[in-house]
């Protein structure tokens, strides 16, 4: 089995985010350790997407405090943060439909590019030298994902499936230290969310990634992560190993509500 | 012709002669690697000397189980090279299926392409009694496995280099004390009937067709050819292992099958082999892409493949071509013809060969048409793949071409092919009772195919000997002969037909998905899924028109008269088809019982149950409701009665 390393990779201390008169996350705090795989569930609206973007760098906390590999990250651009080795993929796709599967996940690569203007005009030297080497990393992930068939398909001619997988190659294709999924498996069918699920795994033990997972289904989400931390309203109701989550009863009552409670009770 | 060498003599051979020439290619990571003649060997000698460090010897089984993949190969050349004998299996068959032949071959070692097949092994870990060690080709997934058995291809080789430098000239050792009649594979049938039956076949049983084939052929060292085919198929081991060792061309390996045809056209084979459920399906996606493109092209499309089929009728009739015919073909080689190729990768191909299944005619005389050199080969798995090929000048839909060098064919009494030539199988594996019927007292392989042989000498095959059928009256019909007719039709995916000892033939009939999908957006006909969209009235139209196509060619005893389209297509899992796309005749007749009742007694439909089997092995019930189709249904209400009665009075005659 993996066995996550007891080293801290990422610590949210206390966070909070508002919108207007929203409490959209409430001093939150939580960690992740390098290796494993954390998911984040809770009803619609939990603050799952929100606590994902403060990570990311999409939204800046109001309160609270953010490091990752001992470093503070909190008020740190979008661009800063990917390049230290945090990459995400959306809820909603976003890709470029216009550019075909390569291009998108060379796109990833972008921000371990050197090479300059010039030098990248006239591809010669160091960027003709950065080109093929970058190039080589996406084959790799066009062959992890399975994806050799497709490299010259424009993305917006392929199946949501397939687009959510090339989504994640292109994520894949920083090198992240620690990759952040928001719904991987929004709105596909069983097959295809195996599919993602065995990706995500080999993606974790292959290259090490620690994953930090926003999911619904609650099949895969026990089956595949070390821990689990739950959101409700804005506020972190539990955590621990998916087992212990299962059983915990304010999990059980933020997700199917007091009268299952009551019921329970009167039994 | 005499061999005097085994397959891995001539791989050691080919290394000495010409080191650095490619052997193999293989596209990874999106460029194409290439594996010299030395480096083939020296892998598979690695290999060899690692699983001899794990036991395995004279006699022992190993078996390969994955896609056309080079370390499949070197795996299977590692086997015989230590005297062993290599199994390859399909590497889509279910579970059960599996572990009867590898139970059945005593199989101690699999070499498995990737974590699904390891899995699958693994799976039926406690059936396999012999199975000692399970090497896998891709780590992807492996890492954390910890069976005792699992090893990666990588650690046997290094494993192989620790023996070997303990045990210098071991494997070459053993190389060169082989003798050309010793069993090297067992090809296991794909088993129309009833279980596999493991075919054992000596060095010189497939060096001697791949021989007489590459001199009859003209097949060289510099040819071109792409390994895709199924591991297990016997073709597949002709081709891509006897005939490759033999000439020593170069052998690619696609990226995966689902990049096949981008990889053809980057490889532009100048030879091939494909079954003709792969000629059927290009020529199914022809029409299609022809009728998705702008009026115009679609028009001179029409027009060409109207020349080309001129032509191509002339050279059947044996008549000359006329000049404007051949005047409109050159144009059109330049403006279709030549292109159309070209998306298939056959630019370059000199020669392309169909076998295993009959070819429709009409998809032969397309093909042909279209400047494709195709040609007909016929042979078993008990004659080593290969015995018959037609020669370039003497082409013919019909037949399936002349024997080959040193090879006889007759006919017996009640019409079965019977074949005498080296490569005529050493037995059934475990079957001495099978294997005495398979072969005359003289020696000639009963075929199990029904045939005759031409004014010209051809060989020509009508049907499975037992398949072919009669109907009440006496009327023999052939049922394959009907089905590729119908195939022809690019909206009927799979068909059987029946008739046997009844007043008519019927057909039941599974259609194209893709094609008959596109049709349905054409013509605005909505419907939800493949189970939906067979049962559409509109699409049960369609295909009563395409049966009426043809049924005009059919004589007029033989046409189809009612019709039935499945909500499902016929799958191997659920045992309707093989592994190689031919129908299981008997247990479909079985299967759909209730069918053929309502077909027969003129009931309107049917309530059918089938089980069906996903791929995991799991199975459920589809229960539904079918419509039962008349071909002749009165368009002209009055005139069709006595048509009818026409018609059925030629049984009472």
Known sequence: ?267 | MTIEATLPQLLRRNAEKMPDRHALREKDLGIWQAFSWRRYWEEVRDLALGLAAAGFGQGDKLSVIGENRPRLYFAQLAAMSLGGIAVPVYQDAIASELAYVLDHAEISVVVAEDQEQVDKILSLKERLPHLKLLVFDDPRGLLNYEDPILKSFEAVQAEGRVFGAAHPGHVEAVVEAAKPDDLCLFSYTSGTTSRPKGVMLSHANLLDPAEVFATTEGIRANDEHVAYLPMAWVGNSLFSLALHMHVGFTCNFPEKPETLRRDLREVGPTMALAPPRLWENALTEIMVRAADASPSKRRIFDFFRGVAERAQLCVAEGRPVPLGTRLWRSIGEFFVYAPVRDQFGLRRARVVYTGGAPLGVDVFRFFRGFGVNLKQVYGATELSGLCSVQPNAEVDPETVGRMLDGMDVRIAEHGEVEVRSPGVFQGYYKQPEESREAITEDGWLRTGDAGFIDARGHLAIIDRARDVGRLYDGTSFAPQFIENKLKFSPYIGEVVVFGEARSFVAAMIAIDASTVGKWAERNNVSYTSFQDLSARPEVLGLIRDEIRKCNSGLPEATRIRRFLVLNKEFDADDDEITRTRKIRRRFVTEKYAAVLHAFYSGDEEVELSTEITYEDGRKAILRSRLAIGDVDEPSAPAAAPSRRMAEEAVPAE
């Open chain 1, 1 to 267: 089995m993996r066995k996550p390393a007891d080293e801290e990779l990422l610590a949210a201390t206390a966070v909070s985010k508002r919108f207007g008169g929203v409490r959209a996350v409430e001093e939150v705090s939580f960690s992740v350790r390098r290796g494993e795989i954390a998911s984040i569930i809770g009803p619609n609206g939990a603050g799952k997407t929100s606590l994902l973007n403060m990570i990311s760098g999409f939204y800046r906390p109001d309160t609270g405090s953010i490091t990752f590999e001992g470093h503070d990250i909190t008020n740190l651009r979008p661009a800063a943060i990917a390049a230290l080795g945090i990459a995400r993929t959306f809820q909603n796709i976003a890709l470029f439909g216009g550019m075909t599967v390569l291009d998108n996940i060379m796109l990833g690569r972008h921000v371990r590019m050197k090479a300059g203007v010039l030098s990248s005009f006239l591809y010669w030297g160091l960027a003709q030298h950065e080109e093929i080497a970058h190039r080589a990393r996406a084959e790799e992930l066009i062959d992890f994902l399975e994806l050799q068939d497709l490299r010259k398909e424009l993305t917006s001619a392929l199946p949501y499936g397939l687009r959510k997988r090339v989504e994640l190659g292109r994520a894949l294709a920083l090198d992240p230290t620690l990759l952040l999924l928001d719904e991987p498996m929004g709105g596909m069918n069983q097959e295809e969310k195996e599919d993602i699920a065995r990706y995500i795994l080999d993606v974790n033990e292959q290259w090490g990634t620690t994953i930090i997972l926003i999911e619904h289904d609650m099949a895969v989400v026990m089956d595949i992560s070390d821990r689990v931390g739950v959101l409700d309203r804005g506020r972190k109701i539990a955590e621990g190993t998916p087992a212990e989550v299962q059983r915990d009863p304010a999990v059980i009552l933020a997700y199917l509500g007091s009268a299952h409670q009551a019921r329970e009770q009167a039994a």
